[in-house]
């Protein structure tokens, strides 16, 4: 069985939804501290002046606390209407925008809901099977440091396969993974280049929304399988 473990992030980049869907299993690492300043609350969309980063803001946002302990604002008039400003005119705004949407303005304003929700809607907006669960919801010991807590993961589940991504290659030792009968593998993201409404060249580095309002279903899901393994 293929493990993949992430934090739950906000409409993230391509790269997010390629290792979940690779994985047979995914746990959204929503019990272990939230990262202020860096990427679980916001993105970036494209605008025809280039790469603009949206924010969802978090409530007493602390690095201190953990992802399912903290509670997005209730106001997301901003990044909705930066959202509509932008893709209005796409080919697929009017399937897209109505579920981004649904997500943002979600009544459990939890950040782990929430950003969990923004994984779970495109699979299956998609129609793709998605295994999913919570690290909250794991019998494991929250004491071990972060790469013992990834080794109790996978035995719990009983991994024979880690899946990271690519930047975490410096983090994690194959020899360790395998002392433990487990094979580390890291996914690097191949994103082909499509058409894109607001730009004539073509701009990476941009929130999942991007494709979603620019390419149909079938375009997506060869996009979601555009990776190497390492």
């Given at each position: 069985m293929r493990l993949a473990v992430m934090q739950p992030y906000l409409f993230p980049y391509?790269?997010?939804?390629?290792?979940?869907?690779?994985?047979?299993?995914?746990?959204?690492?929503?019990?272990?501290?939230?990262?202020?300043?860096?990427?679980?609350?916001?993105?970036?969309?494209?605008?025809?002046?280039?790469?603009?980063?949206?924010?969802?803001?978090?409530?007493?946002?602390?690095?201190?606390?953990?992802i399912n302990e903290l509670y997005f604002q209730d106001n997301t008039k901003k990044i909705l209407t930066s959202i509509y400003q932008n893709y209005s005119k796409t080919a697929y705004f009017h399937s897209i925008f109505p579920i981004i949407e649904n997500v943002l303005t979600n009544n459990n304003r939890n950040v782990a809901n929430i950003t969990s929700l923004s994984i779970i809607k495109i699979f299956e907006y998609l129609s793709l099977k998605f295994n999913y669960t919570f690290s909250s919801?794991?019998?494991?010991?929250?004491?071990?440091?972060?790469?013992?807590?990834?080794?109790?993961?996978?035995?719990?589940?009983?991994?024979?396969?880690?899946?990271?991504?690519?930047?975490?290659?410096?983090?994690?030792?194959?020899?360790?993974?395998?002392?433990?009968?487990?094979?580390?593998?890291?996914?690097?993201?191949?994103?082909?280049?499509?058409?894109?409404?607001n730009s004539?060249?073509?701009?990476?580095?941009?929130?999942?929304?991007?494709?979603?309002?620019?390419?149909?279903?079938?375009e997506i899901i060869n996009q979601f399988n555009n990776f190497k393994i390492i």
């Open positions: 391509i790269g997010y939804y390629q290792l979940a869907y690779y994985a047979d299993k995914f746990i959204f690492y929503d019990d272990v501290n939230y990262i202020k300043g860096g990427y679980i609350n916001r993105n970036n969309i494209l605008t025809k002046n280039g790469l603009q980063m949206f924010t969802l803001p978090v409530n007493k946002a602390s690095s201190f606390k953990k919801d794991q019998n494991y010991n929250r004491t071990y440091n972060a790469q013992e807590k990834i080794y109790e993961l996978c035995k719990i589940n009983d991994a024979q396969e880690y899946i990271n991504p690519i930047g975490g290659k410096d983090l994690y030792s194959k020899n360790e993974f395998k002392k433990r009968n487990i094979k580390l593998n890291f996914l690097e993201p191949i994103l082909s280049p499509y058409t894109q409404i004539s060249n073509f701009v990476s580095n941009t929130s999942v929304i991007d494709i979603l309002m620019n390419c149909n279903k079938d």
